[in-house]
Each structure stands twice: as C-alpha cells, then as structure tokens.
C-alpha cells in the first residue's frame, strides 16, 4: 500500500489493533518481521529436518519452493506478521491423566474434543483484518491457521508469543502451551516486539515422558514415532513395535504437554469458549469403535477427527483395543469389523485379536497354576 506512516501513526494503530483482537478472544496479539534475515535460521533447521526424513510421509512439508523463508510470496507486500494465540485447556491436567490410566476408555487429544479451531480462529482473524481497515483504510493481508507453509512457531517467538520448547511445541511463561496459533500477514510497517528467549534451561521433562520416544533430542521431533503423527497424520500400518507404547491414545498426544512444568500457569478455560463434546473426554473404546462410518461422519462434523477418515480412526482404537484388558466382547467387536476393513485396518485388526488372546491365555495359566 502507499502511504506516509509515522512512528507515532503506527503506535497508535499497533495499539488499537492489540485491543481489538483481545475483544475477539484472543488472550494476545504480537507483531514481528518476516524478512528472511529472521527466518534463515528456522528455514535451515527445517530443512535438516524434512532432509533426515523426519518428517515422515508428510511430503506437503517439502513442497512450495521458497514460501516457508519468504512469506511475503504468500501475500505480495507483506512486510509484517500479526500474531496471535487462542487458549483452549477445556479440563484439569489430573483429569486427563485419569482417561489415560484407564485402557478400557479412550485418550484423544484434547485439542480435538471442541469444535475446530482452524475455522473458528481463522473467522476470527478474518475479522480482525477487516477492523483494521477502519483504521488504515485498504491495505493488504492475508489470515492463516495451518493453512500454508507458514513457519508458526518461528513467527509466534519472533514476535514474543512464547519459545519454542524442548517438545517443539510454543511455551509461554505465564500461560503455558495450551493454545493455538493464528497469523495475518500484513503490509502496515508496525513496529515488531521483542522476541521470547528460551526458558526450558536444564529440563527433560518432555524427553522422559515420551511415550514413543519420538523427542529425540531437545528440540528435535522424529514424527515417525511421534502418536499425534501416527494417529492423526499417517495412513499406512502403525510399526509394530510402536503399538503397545500408544496405550489408548487413540487421536494425537498430550504427555509433553501434561508434564512441562509452565503449564502449571494454564488455566481452563470456559467451555462456551471451546465448545468441547463431554461425551469425547473419557469415551469406551467399545462404544467409538462401534460407530457406523455414517455415525462417525454425523458424530464428529464439526470436529478435526473426521478429516482422518473412518478407517483410519477404526485402526487406531483397534490397536488401543489391543492393548487393553481382556475381553471377550473386544474380540467379538474386532472380528465383526474385518467384514468391512480395507488392508491396513484388516492387519491391524488381526494383530488386535491376538494381544487379546495372548492374555485369555495369559489369565488362563495363571488360573491353573493357582489351582494347582
């Protein structure tokens, strides 16, 4: 855009736009450059990443050319990124830990049990792009939430959001990690905030709680073995050796999360603001994988599980199923559904059936033994 800015100009405006965009919901709004000078470094980083494979199948994540380095080829103009967060912690950290020492229930994400926040945020984003045409006139800007080859987290610590920790994940010292991350890109020449220096110093608390092992060194995720990539992203046969140590998660993975000590400044937030589905929180393994594939489309509109697919969601309770207790009626449930599985859910669902037949057997011997 052409226009004569002044530092005074642009304070203002900054201002305005900060308290418009906690008006909407968002509990902050940062700003920070995107020229390449900032992002070279995050850009080598990430391309040692996708060059070791870690990535796994994800082949969008090497795709776009230069556009994660240079973001202004995502919006032509684009001199500044707004950034914002949006908290969503809908429970106590001691309650999800409960579901998860249940086996017979299921653990998901709890992103995922409200409504989805790539819509919701991106609405509002949307609209506070429009307000701040009240205040510069038109301009250019373009919103994003997960929706392009955007460097997120890079952004969001450049702009003094949070740091990236030890998990990958986004920490901010006084709210923890439980929010989400959202971006307009915009040509306004605001004055950028400081950036957010690392406060994770000597903790492996994430390290150790990894149920996979997919933290592989700090700061560095190996998605190949990570729960949230295997539930959510991948579509072909879970590894073996990783099936067990997924317990009952059977959509993304919270433990890094549940365990880092910043979150003990994250609070719960109001359920109107999340919308989560009580009936997700502490769910029967049985019950979910019981759904009909009209059932699961109707149940989780509205929600980011349906974008796995209906096989794909029958192959993660199945290996969660597995790992589960006993139980005759789990067999039943796993046979009955191999009518109707595709290769990998069928294979999964065979490897199920056994786990839970080595333990009829398990208890079987045991119960002789003690008779005799």
Request: net charge neutral.
């Amino acid at each position: 855009m052409s226009q004569s800015w002044t530092s005074t100009l642009l304070a203002e405006i900054k201002q305005k736009i900060t308290e418009q965009a906690k008006t909407m919901g968002f509990e902050d709004c940062r700003i920070t450059a995107i020229d390449e000078q900032i992002l070279r470094p995050y850009v080598a980083q990430y391309q040692q990443w996708t060059a070791a494979q870690l990535h796994g199948s994800m082949e969008y994540m090497v795709r776009h050319g230069r556009m994660r380095e240079a973001p202004d080829i995502l919006q032509t103009g684009s001199v500044r990124a707004i950034t914002v967060r949006f908290e969503y912690l809908p429970e106590s950290h001691e309650a999800m830990w409960e579901v998860m020492s249940q086996p017979e229930k299921a653990y998901i994400s709890r992103y995922a049990v409200g409504q989805d926040y790539h819509k919701k945020m991106r609405n509002k984003l949307q609209k506070l792009g429009e307000s701040i045409k009240a205040l510069v006139g038109d301009y250019g800007y373009r919103a994003f939430v997960d929706s392009a080859p955007v460097l997120e987290k890079p952004l969001a610590e450049n702009a003094g959001l949070g740091w990236i920790g030890k998990h990958t994940n986004i920490i901010n010292r006084n709210h923890g990690s439980w929010f989400f991350l959202g971006e307009l890109l915009v040509d306004i020449p605001l004055e950028p905030d400081q950036s957010e220096a690392s406060h994770c110093g000597s903790c492996h608390a994430c390290l150790d709680v990894c149920p996979t092992g997919a933290i592989i060194a700090p700061y560095l995720l190996d998605a190949r073995r990570c729960i949230s990539y295997l539930t959510i992203e991948y579509k072909g046969s879970i590894p073996k050796h990783l099936r067990q140590l997924m317990g009952n998660r059977i959509y993304g993975c919270d433990d890094c999360q549940l365990v880092c000590p910043w979150n003990k400044f994250a609070k719960v937030v109001e359920p109107e603001r999340f919308s989560p589905r009580e009936n997700l929180k502490s769910p029967d393994l049985l019950s979910l994988f019981a759904l009909t594939e009209a059932q699961f489309l109707k149940q989780f509109e509205g929600s980011p599980i349906r974008r796995i697919g209906y096989q794909s969601w029958l192959r993660n309770i199945a290996i969660a199923m597995g790992n589960a207790p006993y139980s005759p009626a789990m067999i039943l449930a796993l046979q009955s559904a191999k009518t109707l599985a595709e290769d990998v859910l069928a294979e999964t669902i065979d490897w199920a059936v056994e786990q839970q037949q080595l333990k009829e057997t398990t208890q079987l011997t045991a119960a002789v033994n003690q008779v005799q």
